[in-house]
């Protein structure tokens, strides 16, 4: 059981009350990008919603990834042009929705003699890739070996024969603040959520589904229905369909990938790129003051994994062959480590022989079973996250439910219109405009909580410390609204301090005393 204020008692018993004495139309089970994005999308669309995650919102694979909203540019290799069209359209309608908690970033793929493609060829597929993405980012360069070290001097020279540049966009505050921020949207629009709420049973009776939730916090059990339910579960969806005696057709298969958190490796800002001893890409992109090396791709039966001795010495071999630094990277320069795996779809009849599992597509399915009333998503990629919020939505009309149009874009950051007022009134409260557009874009419309905040008492605006960019007035605001129950909520997944900054160095870090005592006021 998590330590408690009488005020988080107070709160999480009235949500319990209310969602139990309350007949959903979903229940959504799982609080990753997959549960996210249903919760808004269903809640956009009239439907009465509530999503139950067992951990912390966000806990699972969705912190694990590479934060990069892509469309997929290597899978031009094995020609998968249907899906890399997909992921495009994702890739631009979020870009365009999110501008600025996602940002554009250049990727230099540098290519050596042992590289499984030749600088000319490399450069025909990005710009097939810039193509297929409709243009709308920045074009790619052919970039001679010359340039790559006048550009990135941090490459090692040897065997490199030249490169690509080309442009993808990165996630600027992490991933897991990434779908935490949807999750307090859909809230915000009337969907219950609760972190630290564990589905325990699942039972379809009488054309309603009764569920089980045990309230770890309180550490209270419960029971709620809803017409339908939404198995958004991740690599544990084969879990809940036991509990809850249904099945789907398409299976999961996992591959666990691992990225170390290193002292920042180059300050251009761009990703690069690089071909691994296995011929597969490995990236070193950019994360606050630091780089994130990563990742493997290793096929495993369990979904719990962690980083073991091989996973460290094969990324830093691999980091420390392709690049020139003033000294090697070593084990103990390792801030902090991330892992998880992708679950990967077996679409019903698929094989899944060992030899053939990394050119599983890496699409998502959306299943919908008309019997049991149940919508479950399997596998998908942050960057694809709108198309799986429609096709629940979708899902659920032809369980035959009726939805309502969204009079506004049912996803998105706030209007324009928001965001000129935000400006205009921050600026008259003399806050500077960097602090600003942070300000903005980590918290959209709660900036204007944050303003308040600060206008009432200035000193509220200073960040806590120099690695700690945070202030006070931010703090309080996070409080209120993003569901934090402790430190690591907040230092992992709300935002980067946890990853960039070693535990030891916070612990003698001036401002996380008074982080601490914030949290806990
Ligand atoms: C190494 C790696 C790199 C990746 N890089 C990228 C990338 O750069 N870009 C990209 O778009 N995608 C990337 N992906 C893929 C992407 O991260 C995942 O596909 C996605 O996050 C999966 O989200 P999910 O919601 O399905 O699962 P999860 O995030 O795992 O969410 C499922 C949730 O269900 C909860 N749950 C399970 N059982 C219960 C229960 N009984 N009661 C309540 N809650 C329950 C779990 O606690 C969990 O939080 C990467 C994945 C990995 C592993």
Redesign the pocket.
């Known amino acids: 059981m998590k330590s408690t204020s009488s005020e988080i008692e107070k709160k999480r018993s009235k949500n319990i009350q209310e969602v139990s004495s309350t007949h959903f139309d979903a229940l959504i ?8 994005v249903s919760a808004l999308a269903l809640r956009t669309h009239g439907v009465n919603v509530a999503l ?19 469309g997929g540019f290597k899978y031009l290799e094995s020609y998968e042009l249907k899906l890399v069209m997909g992921l495009c359209h994702s890739r631009n309608r979020l870009a365009r929705a999110y501008p600025s908690r996602l940002v554009e970033k250049r990727f230099l793929a540098a290519l050596d003699s042992s590289s499984p493609f030749a600088p000319w060829f490399a450069t025909m597929g990005a710009n097939a890739y810039w193509g297929i993405g409709q243009f709308a980012t920045k074009r790619p360069r052919y970039r001679s070996a010359r340039t790559i070290k006048r550009l990135e001097p941090s490459i090692r020279e040897d065997n490199l024969i030249g490169g690509i540049e080309y442009s993808d966009h990165l996630i600027v505050d992490n ?1 897991s603040r990434f ?1 935490i921020q949807m999750i307090v949207d859909a809230a915000e629009r009337g969907a219950s959520v609760g972190n630290y ?4 049973d699942a039972e379809y009776l009488k054309k309603k589904w009764h569920l089980k ?1 045990r309230d770890e916090v309180l550490d209270k059990e419960f029971e709620t229905t809803s017409n339908v339910l939404v198995n ?6 084969s ?2 369909c036991n ?1 809850s005696n249904t099945k789907t057709e398409s299976n999961l298969v996992f ?5 170390l958190i290193v002292p920042r490796v180059t300050d251009s800002g761009r990703i690069l790129a690089f071909f691994d001893g296995t011929q597969r890409l490995f990236y070193v992109i950019p994360m606050g003051e630091c780089s994130v090396i ?4 290793e096929r495993v039966k369990q ?1 719990e994994v962690s980083v073991n001795g091989d996973d460290i010495d094969f990324l830093l071999t691999e980091a420390n062959r392709k690049l020139s630094l003033p000294k090697p990277l070593l084990p103990e320069d390792i801030i902090s480590e ?6 990967l779809v077996v679409p019903k009849g698929g094989v899944d022989h060992d030899k053939d599992w990394t050119e599983l597509s ?1 699409r ?1 399915e959306v299943e919908s079973d008309r019997r049991y009333r149940m919508i479950s ?9 709108l198309n799986v919020g429609e096709e629940v939505v979708s899902s659920l009309e032809d369980l035959g439910y009726k939805t309502s149009k969204p009079s506004t874009r049912w996803y998105g950051e706030p209007s324009k219109a928001e965001k000129s007022i935000f400006f205009h009134t921050a600026r008259k409260n003399s806050i500077e405009d960097d602090m600003i557009k942070k300000l903005w874009r980590r918290h959209g419309s709660r900036s204007f909580e944050v303003i308040e905040n600060i206008s009432e008492d200035r000193i509220t605006g200073d960040n806590l410390s120099e690695k700690i960019d945070y202030c006070p007035a931010e703090i309080s605001v996070m409080k209120n609204h993003e569901f934090i129950y402790d430190s690591e909520d907040l230092l992992r997944r709300r935002t980067l301090i946890g990853q960039t900054v070693s535990p030891s160095q916070l612990e003698k870090d001036p401002g996380f005393v008074s982080l601490l005592d914030l949290l806990e006021k």
């Open positions: 089970i799982g609080g990753g990008i997959n549960g996210a139950f995650e067992k951990n912390d919102f966000a806990s699972g694979v969705s912190q694990e990834s590479s934060n990069l909203v892509w991933d779908v709420m564990t589905v325990l939730v958004t579960a991740g690599p544990e969806v879990k809940i509990m591959s666990k990938g691992v990225h990563g990742t493997t791709d979904h991330r892992v998880g795996v992708r679950p890496r998502h998503v399997l596998g998908g990629k942050l960057s694809d996250c």
